[in-house]
């Protein structure tokens, strides 16, 4: 554009040179003009980088402020936009496709894996695909049927549902979806989806007719079959959905709709059976009784088919000797009985709404037949026999009924009451002019008198009534006496009708059900009796009684049994049912006081004899239970319980000859066959066997009345919440109640040692080993106790024991050989620790302890095979493990002076290096250099190589920290010359250790920083005051330096609460909760640390790195910011200098292990090392690239030197590290959010 404007400019000079500026202008404007139309066409047409180019120029061309250069430039940030849109459209676009082909690739793949049946694994990839492709309907289909196959319904639930929100006519996923939420118990969704289901598959099945009809008139024959067998499957689910849709209607209770569906769903399927039931159910509920047993005769009819075919496949398999499949064959042979007597009972039941009660007593039968337990059926059949006027039938039938019933149920009510009426009936067939005259109502009579002046409420007729009922009371008495309850219990339930208000017969009532074991009866009625007479002194007693014997509402029961004594304190059964209250309550001691009372009064009371003899042997008198036993034998011989209890009580009288003749006599009085007679002869075997060897007799175990289990059951409970105080009450309730049960003296133990309580722990366990002497965990735990007490002598003992009760155990073996270790007894801990590692091979601790041992015995070799063994098998992350690591490295060390080459191999391989050198074997002779001549002649001939001078500079880096080079990586551990001998080199250890108890004391002070042009002076050493937590401190570090840091934990937090404020233990106990994951923790100890030191750089930086790690990059910074001075760990109470030189060890001894690089990489982070740090952060990635928090971690050490040296290459690579780990189908957590924050630091 400018050569065209100076060729116009010569041009007009030549033509025109009065009119030059003139023209100048014009075309200068007229060229601005096109170049700036030019630029709009560019832009127009999107070539966003050409309009910019040419707008670049028209702003270079174009005067200050002219429109030309203004419109250029707005034109330049108008392509500048459209570019970046077109660029972030296409990246998305890009992206779109990419997440598109992905999803197609899982989908794939995910239909691959259910073709192969690998549903799980199927879910897992459609599932991401279905994400990555949310707009897929088909995608979530296939994720929510694989679900649904692995089990997983909530899932498939949610899948198919956004399937059909994507497309509503999706057949099959209607088809899922209605089974799913009808198992899922959504009854009106389910009826929704699968009304939706029949709707669809009814369309399409119209569809696919006219389809049919034009493939066959066109002679597409192939087609027409595939369209009809389309349309099968079609009507198949079809009538599957009718199904679904009659359950849900009917369960509904909208019959109706259920019958059409039904209707509709045997004419689509009439081989299933559960169609023709539930057409027969919904006809019955409708009151098409014909219809309704037509549907059920079809239903049984194919039922008992199909259960015809199964008895004879099992037989056939059992014939053929395939058990297995014959059990099967059983089981649902058992099931399809019970469903045949059902669908019986339900065509009985519409037999009898047709009044066709002979057919339905016959089906009622059938399905007794079918199902002996059928208490629905035999109540029917009883309906049935009784409408038939056979009551005495219907009523036996009906007692059965109530027989079978569970207490108390809703079905044990419904047959009282039915019996009720029955007897009713009976009644008034025998006896009708006396049930009429009882039922009529009683004429009002009007008299002119006062009523204050009449005999009684209700005159003569009310008292003669009472007398009648008193005749008939004596009446029952007197069958009560002879025994004959059944008839008495007919007759007080008709007075019971006749009068509900009189107290004595609901008591008698319930005494009859009493005597005839019908306790769940009983209890009604004797409630009745109290609610009319709340002073019934029987019915007090008697309700107790029950209480009692049913183990229920014992506090109710003995609030009776006192209310009974109150009316009537000299009743021998009253004191009897208070003893037998507190008897079941556990309160032993006091029911032995209410039966010596009862006894008092009623001597002869066998009863009370009994229970008073039981009382006592519970309570471990034997003489009095002996003196019990024989009162009752002498009321009653045959009393086979008390002779047994007797000779029990001999037993434990250590009377063993008397003990075996009496259950010799018993065994002759009893069936040898019962439980009793069975229980007496095996007792009798064993006690004469033992009596004959002198062994120890074995006395059958009587438990307590008590309810220990309970009680014990709620301490554990306390005890899994942490209420110790409300555990051990309980405990102590147990030992009250149940002195010689061990459990709660032993568990009390166990409670007491988990809190710390060593004393009472052993204390209670040692009441423990009274009970039960012969039980190998209260032994080992004994000895651990007397261990941990340090009591040496005793805990072997212990040991001892527990190693005779249990051969096999390995853990008393290793104690006694830790305690002979700790005696300094090293070949019998070995010889222990051996003997436990041959029981179980794989026991650490052991492993642990035959290592010190064999070091302390100088067995290295052996003692590192153990360790590496032991390194080899234990967790990854264990204390063991590290211990194991710890003490391979000292061994390492101490075998190093004698593993090196000799001088001689070192001179045989120098040799050979030569002659490689030369090409030959010739030798030569090589002239020495002046400058080696002259130190030779100086300081004699170098004999040592550069390993030699490197593991020298290793053993004096033990001493004064004198700034001197350190190597970037660890040693290695090859080494290929020695000139050295080992004896040099154990010459040399020795010197150097001699220096040990002065290290650090004759080492140079550190420089100080100074100005430029300020003298050099030297720092005074920090003095440090000391501290009443100083010991703790140092107990903890050596803690932890061996690998136990539980124990350098509790260690810690001793100290802290005796010095809260104190520096080091916050910063060590941070750390160490830092490297065990309990951020929580160590970030409210780092913020204490802060807090009462807001000078201590270390504590700022620590709580930084918290901070990053969380993803508060702000928070970080702020603390970041507060540092102030050099970072100076304590050598002697911070952990981080001895877990330097740890990890540092470690490197040596395998330069490639990445954990011990991040350990140490985590150790230079947070002592301000951060080059050092980010090192071994790269390090680690280096080894083992799939360790991505690295790179985290390493991003948070390059904006640390970004903020202390605002170097932007560091910027720019934390930057870098974090866009990576943000990227990826699984983003690193709060790298997005840090990424943003290092980009606008």
Known sequence: MIQRILKATILLILLFPATLPATMDFIFEESLSQSLTRMESLYSSGKWDEAMHVGRGIIKDAPKDHPAGRRAQDLIILSIDGRNREMLSNEKREKQKKTLDTAQQLIGEGSKLLADKDYTGAAAKLG?????????????????????????????????????????KHERALFHIAGLSYELNQGKEAEEYSAKLIDTIEKKLAELKDVFIAQRSEGLNDKAMGTARRTAALRNNLAQAYHMHGVLTHKRKDYKSAAKSFENATKLNPALAENWFYLGSSFLHLKVFHQATLAMEQAILMKETRLRDLATDAGKLLDAGKSDEAVAAEIETRKLKEEIARMLYLLALANGKKKETNEAISNIDRAIELKPDFLEGRYTRAILLAEKNHLEEALEQMRQVLKDSPPKSAQAKKAINTITLFMDLIAKRDNPQEFEAARAPAKAIEVEQYVKDLPGLGGKKAEVSLELVFERMREVKSMVNARNYAEAVRRLLYLRSQHPDIADIHAILGHCYMEMGRINDAEPCFEQAINLNPRHAEALNNLAYVLASKVEKLDKALEYANRALAESSLRAEFHHTKGWV???????????????????????????????????????????????????????????????????????????????????????????????????????????????????????????????????????????????????????????????????????????????????????????????????????????????????????????????????DPEPRYYLGLI????????????????????????????????????????????????????????????????????????????????????????????????????????REFKPLAIDATAAAEYGKSTMTVDDKAWVLSQLEKFGKISTPTPVAPLRREVTAQTMTSREKQWMVRKLQGFGAHSNKYSLPPEMKVQKYSLKTTEKAATRPADKADDLIRSALTQAEKGFVNEAVTELEKARSMSPENLEVLLNLGFIHTIQGNFKTAFEVYAQATLHHPREPLAHLALGNLYWLGGQAENALEQWKLIKGRFKADPEFNILPRSETIWQRMLEIDPVDADSHSNLGLVYLFSGELNKALAEFQAVTQIDANRREHEFYQAQVLVLLYLNRSNRNHKSEADKLLAGLSEGVEPFPHAERLKTFVKNL
């Open 128 to 168: 991401r695909a279905a994400r990555l492709n949310g707009g897929d309907a088909q995608a979530h289909f296939l994720y929510g049927y694989a679900s649904l196959k692995s089990g997983k319904k909530r899932e498939a639930y949610g899948a198919l549902q956004k399937c059909l929100a994507l497309n509503p």
């Open 820 to 923: 002979a270790y700790e005696e300094q007894k090293f070949e019998s801990a070995e010889s222990h620790a051996l003997a436990a590692l041959r029981l179980k091979p794989n026991f650490y601790k052991s492993m642990a302890l035959l290592g010190m041992a064999r070091i302390r015995l100088n067995r290295l070799r052996p003692a590192r095979d153990i360790y590496e063994t032991l390194y080899a098998k234990a967790p990854a992350d264990s204390s063991i493990r590290r211990h194991a690591r710890k003490k391979i490295w000292e061994i390492t060390r101490m075998m190093a002076p004698s593993q090196f080459p000799s001088v001689e191999d070192a001179l045989e391989v120098k040799q050979q290096m030569v002659k490689k050198a030369r090409g030959g074997d010739e030798t």
């Open 582 to 808: 507190l008897f079941k309550t556990g309160e032993v001691a006091q029911s032995i006081l209410s039966f010596d009372k009862a006894l008092e009064i009623k001597p002869d009371y066998l009863l009370a004899r009994y229970n008073h003899g039981l009382a006592s042997y519970i309570a471990q008198n034997f003489s009095a239970a002996l003196d019990s036993f024989n009162s009752v034998l002498a009321l009653d011989p045959s009393h086979h319980k008390a002779m047994l209890f007797k000779a029990i009580s001999l037993t434990r009288s250590d009377r063993a000859e008397e003990a075996i003749s009496t259950l010799e006599v018993l065994r002759g009085k009893l069936d040898g066959k019962s439980v009793l007679g069975r229980v007496v002869t095996d007792l009798h075997a064993r006690l004469k066997l033992a009596h004959e060897r002198n062994d120890e007799l074995p006395v059958p175990h009587i438990k307590s009345p008590a309810p220990i289990e309970r009680l014990m059951a709620e301490a554990a409970e306390h005890r899994s919440k942490g209420l110790v105080t409300h555990a051990k009450e309980k405990y102590l309730e147990c030992q009250r109640l149940a002195p010689e049960r061990f459990e709660p003296h032993f568990e009390l133990g166990e409670m007491y040692a988990a809190a710390g309580l060593n004393v009472p722990a052993l204390s209670s366990w040692e009441r423990a080993e009274k009970l039960k002497p012969d039980y190998f965990p209260l032994q080992l735990n004994i000895g651990k106790m007397h261990h941990k007490l340090g009591r040496p002598a005793r805990a072997r003992e212990y040991f001892t024991r527990a190693q005779a009760l249990s051969e096999k």
